[in-house]
């Protein structure tokens, strides 16, 4: 056999990467997705001897419904998460909840540049003190922006230069997100004997924060509630037009004020609620894993007081009516529109932070 059918035999090394991106965005943007998970895909091999597949859904990664438990297997076996970004990547429940549970994952296990953001629009608005936590969170990662490249077209130096960059930085992060889990997998080896008790008040007590964050973020959604309507009855109650619009504006400030702290408690939950949801998978396939006694002993005392966990929440049908309230309030006019758009955004934090507890009893 010539040398080089041995190598055209040599099995590749095979790097998953998942990429998460609003539907409209990648029609809009003339097949970019398409385009970024053929030529990064294609050329990674080339420049690294690396296999490196791209997929574009949940179903087609294989983590199907338990997605969720089966990201940490992911970020384990080092897949890489590539976000597209647009500022509708936000508006969308999938991603933010894709984006969250792949991060707080990411985090816990220490290899967050296995996040590689890919911003596509929007990278002006990405900044350290933006309202919404998860742009905000995006800021804090290695994200790299192509706005540039892909306007000067898919056939231009620009955008070859964009992807041999992106390449780069994926082999990079991949090679040191490689050594750091090796070496935890090794201090896990070294430490199996570790006081189960104290990870598991510790746990109880993370859930007990998720608890009251939720409880604090259903709180300020009905002072926000109370503020809209009170001040929606003022003005109706108005018979002057001048003086009816001169209340609107008044109004929409003490709703704007109501809509901010109702926002920050709502992404202060999503993000608690994310990081508790981790912990508790991880804890929970570990004592399933051991099934002594002593283990499924624990397992109970951790599982069973969430049974009754969704019963403590609003179901999804108030918040769905509650965006649709909002939405119709903000017509009413640019004051109330740009007063009510920071509640907006709470509401998919509360939808997103509600839907993963919910889950919780399952467990």
């Given amino acids: 056999m010539s040398s ?27 097949g970019v997705v398409d385009r970024l998970k053929s030529e990064i895909g294609g050329r990674f091999a080339a420049r690294t001897g690396r296999s490196l597949e791209m997929f574009l859904d949940r179903d087609s990664i294989g983590w199907g419904a338990d997605w969720r438990e089966q990201i940490r297997a992911s970020v384990l076996g080092a897949t890489f998460f590539m976000p597209v970004i647009t500022m509708r990547f936000f508006q969308s429940d999938a991603c933010r909840e894709e984006l969250t549970a792949f991060y707080e994952n990411a985090r816990e296990l220490g290899v967050t540049q296995l996040i590689v953001p890919i911003v596509l629009a929007g990278s002006a608005q990405i900044t350290p003190d933006h309202p919404d936590e998860l742009v905000r969170l995006v800021e804090g990662l290695n994200y790299i922006s192509i706005e540039g490249e892909w306007e000067a077209g898919y056939e231009s130096t620009q955008w070859v230069t964009a992807i041999n960059r992106m390449i780069e930085s994926v082999s990079g992060y991949l090679e040191d997100a490689e050594t750091l889990l090796t070496a935890r997998e090794t201090e896990l080896t070294d430490d199996r004997d570790a006081d189960e008790g104290a990870d598991l008040e510790a746990l109880n007590t993370e859930v007990n924060f998720a608890s009251e964050s939720l409880i604090e973020a259903t709180s300020s959604m009905s002072a926000l509630s109370a503020a809209l309507n009170e001040v929606t009855e003022e003005v109706n109650n108005e018979p002057s037009p001048s003086a009816k619009r001169a209340k609107q504006v008044r109004g929409s400030l003490r709703i704007k004020q109501a809509a901010e702290d109702f926002a920050l408690k709502a992404s202060t939950m999503e993000r608690r609620v994310a990081s508790t949801d981790v912990q508790l998978r991880a804890v929970i396939s570990e004592l399933r894993d051991i099934g002594n006694e002593l283990a499924l002993s624990n397992l109970a005392k951790l599982t069973t007081p969430l049974q009754d966990f969704p019963t403590q929440l609003p179901p999804p049908s108030v918040i769905d009516e509650a965006i649709s309230g909002l939405r119709f309030a903000s017509l009413g006019n640019i004051h109330m529109r740009r007063a009510l758009e920071p509640a907006l955004r709470g509401m998919q934090s509360m939808r997103a932070g509600m839907g993963t507890a919910r889950l919780w009893a399952s467990l």
């Fill in 4 to 30: 080089l059918q041995y190598h055209d035999c040599m099995p590749e090394i095979t790097t998953k990467c998942f990429i998460s991106y609003h539907r409209p965005d990648n029609s809009d943007f003339l």
